[in-house]
């Protein structure tokens, strides 16, 4: 008997009518915003409030707790779909979704659920806390402490570099219950915006993505009921480490975005310019150009549906999600870097969208794990 096997990248009915909805949403009010965003570094909350008001905030939230009841596949459409707009916008959702809710549905116990899954489907944006100035890569060399105390634990130190810091109410935070024992001592807890001892600090002027905010978070003794430790004492790198498996195919789903978003851009552009007496897209030198910028996309996006598929089934996805992330930040950074290119000096000013879209692509291949750091995952899991 022949099984009936889906093309990759054939969307089920559903998935087609939310990547349209969120698409559409992207065009009317992402897009005017863009270029104001990018100068203000700055997400404006009304934006953000129509982002729960469409559903992309709560995605895999279950509607009995007020969410979409979605898939992670949807996730990566809509991810993909705010990021070819702005990729400040996809990584908001992509955060609040694939790290942070993906996060508390996994290791939270009921009453965190219960507590908290409402809630980011409503109206909190949240934020991940894992880096920190002595610990990027080396992740579980953090230092932030919790000290056990009574029917809390007391927070100290501080992290580096959390998007969404400006617009979270909700962190997850993970720090070290006992440094001697390395990675078995951290331990994620769920920290509130305006508890006392906890404050959000700078936040980074960035060469692109600048409308995310990516700020520094300081504990000065900072309570945290027990109540409030997502999953178990000890097991942080357990949650970190899952989530950031699956986060990071979110990261992949931005930047085939990011590179869709260009590509469509220089397109537009190149059929409407003219020298030499034509359109410089009538050029074989410039549509060979284009055409292997889409057959890039195409290879990226594969990796990436394949990634979130297998991860919806229920299937092994660690390498080929470190597979999606890398290619598809390097593909990112060519096809942007193509648009200025074919762009001219239009390219290369701000008035034209493609200068935006080449330095948004650089962070691709840094966070949620640099491409050294998929490399590596990679070779282990073939070089055993
Ligand atoms: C805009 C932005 C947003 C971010 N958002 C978040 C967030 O929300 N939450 C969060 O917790 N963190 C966040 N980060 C942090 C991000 O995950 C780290 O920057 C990243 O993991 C790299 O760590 P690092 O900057 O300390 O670089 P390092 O770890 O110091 O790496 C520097 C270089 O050394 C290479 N390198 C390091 N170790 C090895 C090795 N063993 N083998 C080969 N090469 C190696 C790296 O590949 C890299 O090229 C964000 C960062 C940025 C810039």
């Known amino acids: 008997m022949i099984e009936h096997v889906q093309p990759l990248t054939v969307l089920a009915e559903d998935e087609t009518i939310f990547r349209d909805s969120v698409r559409a949403f992207a065009e009317a009010q ?35 707790h007020g969410g979409a009841g979605g898939r992670f596949f949807h996730a990566v459409l809509a991810v993909e779909e705010l990021s070819r707009v702005d990729p400040s ?34 109206g909190t944006v949240g934020a991940y806390a894992l880096s920190e100035a002595g610990s990027g890569s080396d992740a579980f060399a953090l230092t932030t402490r919790a000290t ?12 580096l570099w959390i998007t969404n810091g400006n617009e979270a109410n909700l962190f997850i935070v993970f720090a ?56 178990e004492v000890g097991k942080g790198y357990k949650t970190a480490i899952e989530t950031l ?28 310019r003219k020298q030499f007496g034509k359109a410089i897209a009538d050029f074989q030198g410039v549509q060979f150009q284009i055409a292997r910028a889409a057959m890039e996309i195409e290879a990226a996006k594969l990796t990436v549906y394949n990634a979130a598929r297998l991860r919806d089934a229920g299937r092994p996805f660690l390498t080929e999600a470190a597979i999606c992330k890398i290619f598809s930040s390097e593909v990112a950074e060519r096809v942007s870097s193509l648009a200025v290119n074919l762009l001219g000096g239009n390219g290369f000013v701000k008035e034209y969208p493609v200068e935006k879209l080449f330095r948004d692509a650089k962070i691709g291949q840094i966070y949620e794990g640099t491409s050294n750091l998929q490399l590596q995952t990679i070779a282990k899991q073939i070089l055993g």
């Open 245 to 272: 498996n699956e986060g990071r195919i979110g990261i992949g789903a931005q930047m085939i975005g990011l590179a869709r978003g260009a590509l469509e851009h220089a397109i537009r552009y190149t059929k409407e």
């Open 89 to 122: 916008i996809g990584v908001l959702v992509d955060v609040q979704n694939t790290l942070v809710i993906n996060a508390v549905l996994r290791f939270g116990h009921e009453d965190i659920r219960r507590r908290w899954l409402p809630t980011l489907a409503s």
């Open 30 to 64: 992402v897009r005017p915003l863009v270029r104001e965003m990018d100068e203000h570094a700055k997400i404006p909350r009304a934006l953000v409030d129509q982002l729960f008001d469409l559903g992309v905030m709560g995605i895999e939230i279950p509607e009995t």
């Open 148 to 159: 056990e105390d009574g029917d809390a634990y007391v927070l100290t130190g501080r992290k």
């Open 176 to 231: 070290t219950v006992n440094p001697e024992a390395g990675y078995r001592g951290i331990t994620a807890f769920l920290v509130e915006r305006g508890v006392p001892g906890f404050s959000v600090g700078k936040k980074e002027d960035k060469l692109g993505i600048r409308a995310s905010s990516t700020c520094e978070l300081i504990f000065e003794e900072c309570r945290v009921p027990k109540a409030q430790v997502l999953g």
